[in-house]
């Protein structure tokens, strides 16, 4: 079977022009994780201490981006968007399902991300309120789709290196004096727990991932490139929220700039970080709008994205976003892990059926374990264990179907 061959079917495109170089893809991807929604999960780490939640981090981030590479690399691979390499294990229906949970969660993410933005820029004029930091952050997003795919990696370059510099500032302020370290949390967190925490940030990122990769003009390169800069920078702002919380003795990343003097800086990084990440969020639920139906334009979709979460991060409760992380993870992991063991095991293509019921089934199975592992104590967190239980299943699935085939041939 020829793998590089896009079966067309309804509301399906074919490969993406290769317009993104390596080196663009690594910065994206390094502004995408330059968010202060990543430095806010660094701060739960606090029970643990320096060390050990250090080292959560990074086991929780090698585990989260080694799925994140792979779910990229298809993409990359194929030239198309994550949610159309969907369409090659569960059917175009099936597609369409995912399809529309990704574009509910990128619009949830989009309000999460503008409101925290929105809160930490109030802090430098308070006289505008979160409303109207909310309507300048979304306004700036709007722009940044409209530039449009292939002005948007030169624009997002620049942004990255802005970003590498002032993150610099900040981490000099939050490790300044490491020495007088707070107490550590007296809040329960376990370190198979801390470990599923990191590896659920990069697992809300995979259906992004490939909407991106898809035009990739090099693709081994390019994911890896991008894979990397993500994995360094979503930690480093992990380490960020923890130094916070530890060293400088405050949870809010945006206080502790404030403080030090920093203000004006500390909100830049906050305002640009806010727009370059939530940019792909919004965009990245258009290109899954147009993926459903092909008279929906990605842009046109997206800059409604970044409108509705606008709105939502007005008029919604979007602050607590843990338990919003977790059912995102419950969702695509179990997703893309099928996708995975389809394209580099299987080889299986299943473009061409309207629903492929026994994936359909196995995620299911996916979601539920993940969801009910929750619960669990694990040394290595939820991801891992479920990832394995949901490849193998996939595989010995497949083993039985051929034997009966054979038997009934």
Request: charged content about 10%; aromatic content about 12%.
């Given at each position: 079977m020829n793998l590089m061959r896009v079966m067309p079917s309804k509301g399906v495109r074919m490969s993406q022009p290769r317009v993104l170089s390596s080196s663009k893809l690594?910065?994206?991807?390094?502004?995408?994780?330059?968010?202060?929604?990543?430095?806010?999960?660094?701060?739960?780490?606090?029970?643990?201490?320096?060390e050990m939640g250090i080292a959560a981090i990074l086991v929780g981030h090698v585990i989260g981006c080694a799925l994140f590479y792979l779910v990229g690399f298809v993409s990359a691979k194929t030239g198309e968007s994550a949610m159309e390499v969907a369409n090659r294990s569960f059917g175009?229906?099936?597609?369409?399902?995912?399809?529309?949970?990704?574009?509910?969660?990128?619009?949830?993410?989009?309000?999460?991300?503008i409101m925290s933005g929105a809160t930490a820029a109030t802090l430098l004029m308070p006289q505008l309120g979160v409303a109207g930091w909310s309507v300048i952050i979304g306004a700036l997003i709007v722009l940044w789709i409209a530039?449009?795919?292939?002005?948007?990696?030169?624009?997002?370059?620049?942004?990255?290196?802005?970003?590498?510099?002032?993150?610099?500032?900040?981490?000099f302020v939050v490790?300044?004096?490491?020495?007088?370290?707070s107490a550590v949390s007296a809040e329960n967190l376990s370190f198979g727990a801390a470990i599923e925490l990191a590896a659920a940030?990069?697992?809300?990122?995979?259906?992004?991932?490939?909407?991106?990769?898809?035009?990739?003009?090099?693709?081994?390169?390019?994911?890896?490139?991008?894979?990397?800069?993500?994995?360094?920078g979503s930690c480093w702002m992990f380490a960020i929220g923890l130094g916070c919380a530890l060293f400088a003795g405050s949870d809010?990343?945006?206080?502790?700039?404030?403080?030090?003097?920093?203000?004006?800086?500390?909100?830049?990084?906050?305002?640009?970080?806010?727009?370059?990440?939530?940019?792909?969020d919004a965009q990245s639920a258009g290109v899954s709008a147009e993926s459903i139906h092909p008279r929906l334009h990605a842009r046109v979709c997206g800059i409604a994205a970044a409108v509705i979460g606008c709105v939502l991060a007005i008029v919604a409760p979007v602050g607590d976003f843990e338990g919003f992380l977790y059912l995102i993870g419950s969702v695509f992991a179990p997703m893309a892990t099928?996708?995975?063991?389809?394209?580099?095991?299987?080889?299986?293509?299943?473009?061409?059926?309207?629903?492929?019921?026994?994936?359909?089934?196995?995620?299911?199975?996916?979601?539920?374990?993940?969801?009910?592992?929750?619960?669990?104590?694990?040394?290595c967190g939820n991801t891992l264990p479920v990832m394995?239980?949901?490849?193998?299943?996939?595989?010995?699935?497949?083993?039985?179907?051929?034997?009966?085939?054979?038997q009934c041939a």
């Open positions: 690594g910065w994206v991807w390094f502004g995408a994780a330059v968010s202060l929604a990543e430095i806010l999960t660094g701060t739960f780490f606090a029970p643990l201490g320096f175009r229906f099936g597609a369409d399902a995912f399809s529309i949970a990704n574009v509910i969660q990128l619009i949830g993410w989009t309000a999460i991300m530039i449009g795919m292939k002005k948007m990696g030169t624009v997002q370059s620049i942004a990255a290196i802005v970003l590498v510099a002032l993150t610099f500032a900040v981490s490790f300044g004096d490491s020495t007088k370290a940030m990069p697992l809300s990122w995979l259906p992004v991932a490939g909407d991106y990769l898809c035009t990739a003009k090099r693709p081994a390169a390019g994911t890896t490139l991008a894979t990397g800069a993500y994995f360094i809010d990343v945006a206080t502790v700039l404030a403080q030090s003097g920093m203000g004006a800086v500390g909100i830049l990084v906050v305002v640009i970080s806010t727009v370059t990440t939530t940019f792909l099928i996708v995975c063991v389809n394209y580099f095991v299987l080889h299986r293509n299943r473009a061409g059926v309207r629903i492929d019921w026994h994936n359909v089934v196995l995620w299911l199975l996916g979601f539920g374990l993940y969801r009910l592992s929750l619960d669990w104590v694990l040394p394995a239980i949901i490849a193998i299943t996939a595989v010995v699935i497949d083993v039985i179907e051929r034997k009966m085939r054979r």
